[in-house]
């Protein structure tokens, strides 16, 4: 499967309030790595999630993002 030759890169914008997130991931278990690794660093909730493009590898982690916060944003481009 495509998730096993690479894992593209997600940001994270931790501001007073709430977090922002650019580019969920390829797939469930890479977001939730990642929103683990989050959690290490914050406890604020993420309140967008901005997809930088329609590809699989930005997109798939969406609905991690909206399991664990149910209030998410998404923004698209």
Request: charged share 20%; glycine share 4%.
């Amino acid at each position: 499967p495509p998730s096993t030759w690479f894992n593209p890169n997600t940001v994270f914008i931790v501001g007073k309030k709430e977090v922002t997130v650019v580019d969920a991931n390829i797939s469930s278990a890479y977001t939730r790595e990642v929103l683990a690794a989050l959690r290490k660093i914050t406890d604020k909730p993420v309140k967008y999630v901005v997809n930088t493009h329609w590809h699989d590898d930005h997109i798939i982690g969406n609905r991690v993002y909206r399991e664990a916060f149910p209030g998410v944003q998404f923004i698209s481009h």
